[in-house]
Nanobody
């Protein structure tokens, strides 16, 4: 299983970016999908979590600005980021937790994509 993240880049404050994360391989039964980010010198934090119940939970820092969507037909998840701020600068990671045929929990990560927001 591979998660391929893309869409990062340099953007001015107030701008927008859309991150994509495409999954390939037999990922199993998905329990949760999420986007994380890690700013320089800080720990990796979840910013948008979509459990299999279907309701996305957003971190307060991104609520109202970021939107998590998925396209099941393309096995792809997206993070639309609007009204970007310099403090959004970070490496963004996609994550999928799933169970396999035997019920074992798997935790898959994308390689990370850098978002830099200039002031």
């Amino acid at each position: 299983v591979q998660l391929q993240a893309s869409g990062g880049g340099l953007v001015q404050a107030g701008g927008s970016l859309r991150l994509s994360c495409a999954a390939s391989g037999s990922i199993g039964r998905i329990r949760q999908m999420a986007w994380y980010r890690q700013a320089p010198g800080k720990k990796r934090d979840a910013i948008a979590v979509l459990p299999n119940t279907g309701t996305t939970n957003y971190a307060d820092s991104v609520k109202g600005r970021f939107t998590f969507t998925r396209d099941n037909a393309k096995n792809t998840m997206y993070l639309q980021m609007n009204s970007l701020k310099p403090e959004d600068t970070a490496v963004y990671y996609c994550n999928v937790q799933s169970t396999d045929w035997w019920g074992r929990l798997n935790d898959y990560w994308g390689q990370g994509t850098l978002v830099t927001v200039s002031s």
